[in-house]
């Protein structure tokens, strides 16, 4: 049929557009960020409003270390990447490593807190508002931490195995913008749950 | 009124312009093809830029109106003698207790009218028992709503003597549809006898002492409260004086022995649904109940 | 001669030959990753729920005939009120809109396929498998005829309705967790429609060349991200308190049921404007070429359409006038409502002004946009109305607001879809659907759209609530219900004939040629239906039109437009 032909000489200008995967993972932030700003609302909506329970200030301790630990995980994830920009896999791979090690660190300390809340404190995610709130918002994110773990531990694999090559570095660079927003969302929540609310 | 006006002229201008354009622009050749295209406008600054200056004037000014209105409405000055009623949502009832006069009853309420030139507006401090509920007498007020952990308020001023129907306008469970409201106005003088008349203990009849005993000894008095008696319990609608109620089940049937023995028997003959459960009681007891309730008045 | 599709080897295989080709074409569609397949997997889906929901709501319309009918159980009533709005919005509307999005956005800025194509054809599967969760309800529990678990807690679930005291089947879950996955469907489509736009448009495709459909769907993702979180995020928390006992909604923990409508509308409102901004860009594209006229006012239509989306996020609470927010609250909203009127208005006004002056061609689908145009203007007038607090206070929760969103949901929205149907699907099946019976089915159905939902206003101007599965004789409620009623009947007539139509022009329409419409954009530049891989060749564009300036090369679109001409591409052409 009538297929018409429109130009088809080259374009006097590149015709660069931006990348799918950055873009991709741009709106997929976008829409956890919602998620997120949702559970960070209720929490300061229910400060002070419990009923009963242990109160915040009463159990919560700033989490000065794993903090530490989780922002520097966002530097080392970018020298990753610009270590694979040039070329540099055994060094991408030690970076890998260490973004993993500080995560897991994190995870670490975030599961001995709760240790300490659930059985020191008797704060339960049914216990009171602040329980509700806490476990939720906290679980929320660590969750995100998990799954980004689990996908930096992948490419970790891959590395060390010598399949991550230059051309890679765009879909790690990709991978290392979910993890700065997951680094990103706890400075939220650390501001929130941790000075804000106690 | 002057939202009507806008909206409505609105329309006609609006709409007069599309049928008008509708008429003259229309093709005029039998098939479409070998016809001319019409001159391509893609556009005009000026237009475009009166279509949206007008239109925000019209926003402005009808903002200015509703936040006047929205204003008097809700901060609206509480006169001395006005008459406060509480009212908690129920599934699927409403109760309504008169702190001030000391009377507590279920699903008609009577208020007072206002006697010119003096206002005597009744306030509703409102909140729920369960879920969320919404008060809605069109001829009396807009609605509010009852929500569970929230006080609400809001103020009616009936000017006429009479009944006012309405009913929750809230989805609330199974029988929202008949979580009816009956709001009588009464003259001061009707308000004052009713008052008076509710204060009192419930009526001991002795032609219906049997009836009395059903009453008591069975599970009754765990959901309603005769006060005078040892029936206290509040999850159901006050009975003391239920005998002098129009209906019955929130305003879903009439009040008279037969719907209220069926009521009785077993709710779900009116109101499937309704919270409260079927009483098993045998024919003579009923009977018995029956006649001490309609006794009540 | 040298490539030949193994027909011959099909039919020499006898009885057997039939079975392995479906069953082979079946795969096909299940497997494929091409926009166009998943597409029309989406509409045919959206097409099915909607003849579901239809039926919901013509057995809610027979118990409300009369009044104190027996038609129906209240139970069975309040199922079918959830059912019908739960499955409309999420399982007739996004699926319809995502399916138009998914099978036009490539064709239209010339590329190959979406961005990320197995993540369409993952999140068409995720939405399908909702569908079907929410619809096994009615066989859970107690079974079909007690209307089993099926949702019955109104399509938007107030706490603490939805609390496991107050609802202690499954009915709320079967609600939260179809649409937990429906969510995740709708940001996977989201996310790839803009992607797909931002990162894959052809050369000389710059945003100010875009056509209106995309710029439009562009917004409508955006808000799609931003809005599904929050009932995302709302949904898990109702399921944290209803299995492992926290307090969020709990009001007796101080808890707040309030807090569930906040977050609710804040999806909400949002989802409704998702809802419409795609029924804006079928009209963006169908008014223009039956009115042999450029849209008017290009740029204005992109900033009012972004307008629209960033506002649309700021008006939640008009759906809480009567929760007591208190004055302050109140009149912020209803600021902010009536803000949105204003870029809206732009909309329908450019629209007028596209059809003036131009050659106004009354083809089926142009009917439908017309009855668009009309309708949408009333709507946002009883929209304009319900904006005013003290007007919501009476008519909210009655059958006004019920009218008012009827009357958008189905007189613009769906009246602009099928228009859509009518104008695309020759691009789709290479057919015309039949303009005769496409006049009959626009007549029949505003006969009974208007009987049905003008008429509609009423009930609720005198008291009638929403949700309520039967009223009282003496309300004077009657007669409009009846009438309403039998509205109902006459579309569902009308839709009967669509269907027809769809499926006999199918087999025995006109054959349509790929540019039966002599349309503008690049879609009606390849063949119907397209080739899988869309275009021979990339095309490189030059201006808003493209086909408008190879069919004009004497009056060309990038003469005109403001201030963009690239002076090389002007000398390419005139050469």
Known sequence: MSEAV?????????????????????????????????????????????????????????????????????????????????????????????TVFLGGIFIAGTAHEWYDLIYKHGLTIRTNLFGTTFYSLVGLHATHVVIGLILLSLALLFSMRGEMKEEHSEKLEVLSLYWHFVDGVWVIVFLVVYVLGR | MLVLSITAAIFLIVAGILAYVLVKYRSRASNG????????????NQIELSWTVIPILIVVMLFLATTRVVYTTERAQRPANALDVTVIGHQFWWEYRYPELGVVTANELHVPVSDHPQTLPTYLTMSSADTDHSFWVPRLAGKMDLIPNKVNTMWIDPQMKGLYLGQCAQYCGVQHAKMLIRVYADSPEEFAAWVEHQRQPAVDDPAVAEGRNVFMHNACISCHTIRGTVATGRFGPDLTHVGGRETIASGSVPNNPANLREFIDNPANFKPGALMPPMHLDTHDLDAVTAYLTTLK | MATQIPVNELHDQGAQAPRRLWLEMLHGWVTTVDHKKIGLMYIGYALIFLVVGGFEALLMRIQLAIPNNHFVSPEVFNGLFTMHGTTMVFFVGMPILFGFGNYLIPLMIGARDMAFPRLNAFSFWISAFAGFLLYFSYIGGSGLYGAGSAPDVGWFAYAPLTARVFSPGHSTDYWTLALLLTGIGSIGTALNIVTTIICMRCPGMKMSR????????????????????????????????????????????????????????????????????????????????????????????????????????????????????????NTFFVLATMIISVPTGIKIFNWLATLWGGKIQFTASMMFAIGFLFQFLVAGLTGIMLSVAPFDWQLGNSYFVVAHFHYVLVGAILFMVFSAFYYWYPKMTGRMLNEKLGKWHFWLFVIGFHLTFDLMHVPGMLGMPRRIYTYEADRGWMIWNLLISSGAIIQTVATILFVYNMVSSYFKGPIAGSDPWDAWTLEWSIPSPPPSYNF????????????????????????????????QEKQEEGA
Not at chain 3, 234 to 255: C, E, N
Not at chain 3, 264 to 293: C, D, M, Q, T
């Open chain 2, 33 to 44: 093809e070998g016809e001319q295209e019409p001159p391509q406008i893609y556009g005009s």
């Open chain 3, 210 to 329: 875009l056509p209106l459909l995309p710029w439009i769907y562009l917004v409508m993702s955006g808000l799609t991200f931003v809005a599904i979180g929050p009932l995302t995020a709302a949904q898990i928390m109702l399921m944290l308190d209803r299995y492992v006992g926290s307090h969020f909604f709990d009001t007796q923990a101080g808890g707040s049921a309030v807090l569930w409508m906040h977050f609710f509308w804040i999806f909400g409102h949002p989802e409704v404007y998702i809802l419409v901004l795609p029924a804006f860009a079928f009209a963006n594209e169908i008014i223009p070429v039956f009115s042999r006229k450029a849209i008017f006012g290009y740029p204005a239509m992109v900033a009012a359409s972004v307008g629209i989306g960033f506002i649309s996020l700021s008006v939640w609470a008009h759906h809480m006038f009567t929760v007591g927010l208190g004055p302050g609250g």
């Open chain 1, 6 to 98: 429109l130009k088809s000489a080259s374009p006097n200008q590149p015709w660069t557009l931006p990348s799918r995967g950055i873009v991709g993972m741009t709106c997929l932030i976008i829409a956890e960020i919602a998620i997120f700003v949702i559970f960070v609302v209720a929490y300061i909506f229910y400060i002070g409003k419990s009923l009963s329970g242990p109160m915040p200030k009463d159990v919560l301790e700033l989490p000065i270390f794993t903090t530490i630990c989780l922002l520097s995980s966002s530097l080392t994830v970018h020298a990753a990447v610009s270590a694979l920009q040039k070329g540099k896999q055994l060094l991408c791979s030690l970076w890998l490593a260490a």
């Open chain 3, 536 to 567: 021979a060749e990339i095309p490189i564009v030059g201006s808003r039109r493209p086909l408008w300036d190879l069919k004009h090369p004497d009056d060309p679109d990038t003469d005109y437009e403001m201030g963009q001409a690239d002076p």
